[in-house]
Nanobody, 124 residues
């Protein structure tokens, strides 16, 4: 069974850092563009960041530019999201998702496989 599994969420104070991980279970992530998305209570799911299969291309939502960094280690079948300078408005469930369509189609409607999410809460 093909699965994406997120980990690394938790409670952190404003200004703190977390690193989320997304692991492919049952398949290799090498051929997939991988995106991180988040959904806050009462809001729609939004894109946070995306990385191409090779790792050579990345993009970020304006709200996280300069604070979040996406990376991948294909040898470990893992994609990471390093989140620094966290703000209360970053509080959400964070999902990773994989797209066979490629980096250009990385978005809420362009993904083939989704994880179940990990909760990030930024609060003092």
């Amino acid at each position: 069974q093909l699965q994406l599994v997120e980990s690394g969420g938790g409670l952190v104070q404003p200004g703190g850092s977390l690193r989320l991980s997304c692991v492919g279970s049952g398949f290799t992530l090498d051929y997939y563009a991988i995106g991180w998305f988040r959904q806050a209570p009462g809001k729609e799911r939004e894109g946070v960041s995306c990385i191409s299969s090779s790792g050579g291309s990345t993009n970020y939502a304006d709200s996280v530019k300069g604070r979040f960094t996406i990376s991948r280690d294909n040898a470990k079948n893992t994609v990471y999201l390093q989140m620094n300078s966290l703000k209360p408005e970053d509080t959400a469930v964070y999902y990773c998702a994989g797209s066979t369509w490629g980096f250009r189609f990385c978005g809420p409607n362009g993904m083939d496989y989704w994880g179940k999410g990990t909760l990030v809460t930024v609060s003092s």
